[in-house]
Structures are given as structure tokens and as C-alpha cells.
């Protein structure tokens, strides 16, 4: 009988600090996507060229491309990412990739033109050597705002 109390209660610890290993990736994830909108808004491109694998691709309503095009495009103001107002956000981490959702109304300039759209974002992370890289932008743009 004490024995499987025992074995019970290792369970129940050890499924309390995988849990909490997962909830503190998902925080991290959380703001690493928050930084970044902060950056794209900024045109911070040394801080982003950082964080985008060099293998990243990016959807936009436009079009599909790679990290040097989306550098170039956030660096001249081809897309000003002035404001994302996020509404909701989830994480799910599959071994060292994480997928974050992001529902999110964007204020930005393209071009001359200062437009404000609905979207959800799919913002696909993997983990290299200790640091997330982001893989993939993707914005899905919605009916309704």
C-alpha cells in the first residue's frame, strides 16, 4: 500500500515539472512573439535578421518569400508593421518546435497606404542549438474583424 501511494506521488510530481517545463517554453514562446512584433514595428532588423532561420519563409496577403525579402521589405518600409493589437495567442509545443497562434488586428503602412486588417497569425518556432529560431509568418486574413 505505501508503495503505490509512493509511485503515485512520483507521478504526480514528475507530471507537475513536465508540465511546468512546457507552460515556461510556452511563456517563452509568448514573448519572443510579442518582442518580435515590437521589432517588426520598430524596424529593428538586426534584432529580427537574429531571430529568422535563414530558411524562414513568410505568408503574406501579397505574396510568399524568404528572410532576406522580408528583411529588405521591414528594412525600406515596404511593410511598416506600425501597431499589432493581439486579442488572443496559444502554443503548442511539439518536441523543438513550438506553433503559435496569434489572433491579432495589425495597423500597418504598404507602401503609402495606412491599413488596418484582422488576422490570425501562424508563427511556426524551432529550437536550434538552445535558441528559438522562427521558420515560418504566416497571416491568414479574417472575415470578420
Do not use: C
Not at 507552460?23 to 512584433?37: D, M, R, V
Amino acid at each position: 500500500m505505501k508503495k503505490s501511494i509512493l509511485g503515485i506521488l512520483i507521478l504526480i510530481l514528475i507530471a507537475d515539472i513536465s508540465f511546468a517545463q512546457n507552460s515556461a517554453a510556452e511563456q517563452e514562446i509568448i514573448t519572443l512573439s510579442k518582442n518580435k512584433w515590437q521589432w517588426m514595428s520598430d524596424k529593428n532588423v538586426e534584432a529580427l535578421t537574429k531571430l529568422f532561420d535563414e530558411k524562414s519563409v513568410f505568408v503574406h496577403m501579397g505574396g510568399s518569400w524568404g528572410k532576406d525579402r522580408e528583411i529588405d521589405i521591414i528594412k525600406s518600409g515596404g511593410i511598416h508593421y506600425k501597431k499589432a493589437d493581439i486579442h488572443e495567442v496559444s502554443v503548442k509545443i511539439i518536441d523543438n518546435t513550438a506553433i503559435l497562434l496569434n489572433r491579432i488586428t495589425l495597423l500597418a503602412v504598404i507602401g503609402s497606404n495606412e491599413v488596418t486588417n484582422p488576422f490570425i497569425v501562424t508563427e511556426v518556432y524551432i529550437k536550434k542549438d538552445g535558441a528559438w529560431k522562427m521558420g515560418s509568418l504566416s497571416f491568414t486574413r479574417l472575415m470578420t474583424p
